[in-house]
Structure formats: structure tokens, C-alpha cells
T-cell receptor, first 114, second 112 residues
Framework: DAGVTQSPTHLIKTRGQQVTLRCSPK?????VSWYQQALGQGPQFIFQ???????QRGNFPDRFSGHQYPNYSSELNVNALLLGDSALYLC?????????????FGPGTRLTVT | AQSVTQLGSHVSVSEGALVLLRCNYS??????LFWYVQYPNQGLQLLLK??????LVKGINGFEAEFKKSETSFHLTKPSAHMSDAAEYFC??????????FGAGTRLFVKA
């Protein structure tokens, strides 16, 4: 059983560019959350998708947007990249109706903005 | 509002010694509480979780944590540290499974 997978593993972009990160949830999971983890910090919640809709959002600007597909996979899009967007972006999946609250994390995508 | 405070950004112990990583939380509703571990260049792995059942929670790799409502604490312990326990540990709080708030993390060093 494949766990949560993310692509690409590493990415280098220039300020002002746009980037798309991808996530496939663990089998049987229908909810995907995205987190930003800056160097030396804990993950910060960006947003959560369930049934192809954004259900919750953290304190991130509209430059951060997402999408969830019918197969539950998800994308994170960041427009007009800033140097401060350099971070590890983590995707986590969970089964919405199972309760318990635990999430399964992917290995992350390391984004560097130059 | 929910928040998590991890006391000590770095903790160093000798191999075989007790591991104690401290976590205090704030939550306006009964929370779910978690400890995750992150090894270099990897994602987060769940160590254990508290969801209002037993207050002493046992997790993987010999770790356990005790929920103390009166102290709003959820400290992580392991009786005997191994070199392989060296990693970053994150405490997290979630108001019934939705938005999860993470602490800043505690890096555990294990000395031979």
C-alpha cells in the first residue's frame, strides 16, 4: 500500500514565477491538507480539501490556491513567488469520516525561490 | 483558539537515559493531541495520539505521553534513548480532527 506521495521532490524557481506541487493521498483517504514548513519551524497549515472543495484555510494569502480531483489527489499552486515562500511543502491525507484526527504525511517538496 | 508550546528547541540526552520532551497546549474545546517525529529530509511520522480515551498513551518505538488536563500538558517520554531516536519531534493539537496546529519542534540529540 503506497503511502502519501508528492512530486516533485525538489524545485527551484525564480521570484515572480508560479509553481504547482502535486500530492496523491494514501489509499482510502479522501481528505488532503497542505502545510508549509520553513527551515527550523513547525508545519503551518495552508488549507484542507475534501470532496473537491476547500474546507478550511490557514493564514495564507490568496497567492496560495489548491485543487482536489475526483480521485482525491490534490495540487497546491503558488503564484507570484516570493523569497519567503522557500520552504518544505508537506501534504497530509486522512479519512474524513474515520475521526481520530491523525494525518499521514508525504515526504514533502522542497521549494527554493531565488 | 488553539496553540502549542514546546519547551526547549533542543534537548540532548545520553544513550540509555530518559527522554522527556515537553508540550503545553491551549484549546477552547477538548482537543486531539499528537506527537510526530521527523527525520532529516523526510515527512512527519505519527508517534502517538490522544483522543479522550486513556490519559496515558503508548506509541511506537517505546514512546509514551500523558495527557494532563489540569496542567494542559502532553509531555513525551521514553525510558531509554537510542541513537536512532535522534530527530525532530513535533507536538500538535487539533480541535476534533480539523485544522492541526503544530509546535515549533524540539530537536533531540542522543550522545553515545
Amino acid at each position: 500500500d503506497a503511502g502519501v506521495t508528492q512530486s516533485p521532490t525538489h524545485l527551484i524557481k525564480t521570484r515572480g514565477q508560479q509553481v504547482t506541487l502535486r500530492c496523491s493521498p494514501k489509499s482510502g483517504h479522501d481528505t488532503v491538507s497542505w502545510y508549509q514548513q520553513a527551515l527550523g519551524q513547525g508545519p503551518q497549515f495552508i488549507f484542507q480539501y475534501y470532496e473537491e472543495e476547500e474546507r478550511q484555510r490557514g493564514n495564507f494569502p490568496d497567492r496560495f490556491s489548491g485543487h482536489q480531483y475526483p480521485n482525491y489527489s490534490s495540487e497546491l499552486n503558488v503564484n507570484a513567488l516570493l523569497l519567503g515562500d522557500s520552504a518544505l511543502y508537506l501534504c497530509a491525507s486522512s479519512p474524513q469520516l474515520a475521526g481520530g484526527g491523525e494525518q499521514y504525511f508525504g515526504p514533502g517538496t522542497r521549494l527554493t525561490v531565488t | 483558539a488553539q496553540s502549542v508550546t514546546q519547551l526547549g528547541s533542543h534537548v540532548s540526552v545520553s544513550e540509555g537515559a530518559l527522554v522527556l520532551l515537553r508540550c503545553n497546549y491551549s484549546s477552547s474545546v477538548p482537543p486531539y493531541l499528537f506527537w510526530y517525529v521527523q527525520y532529516p529530509n523526510q515527512g512527519l511520522q505519527l508517534l502517538l495520539k490522544y483522543t479522550s480515551a486513556a490519559t496515558l498513551v503508548k506509541g511506537i518505538n517505546g514512546f509514551e505521553a500523558e495527557f494532563k488536563k489540569s496542567e494542559t500538558s502532553f509531555h513525551l517520554t521514553k525510558p531509554s534513548a537510542h541513537m536512532s531516536d535522534a530527530a525532530e519531534y513535533f507536538c500538535a493539537v487539533s480541535p476534533r480532527g480539523f485544522k492541526t496546529i503544530f509546535g515549533a519542534g524540539t530537536r533531540l540529540f542522543v550522545k553515545a
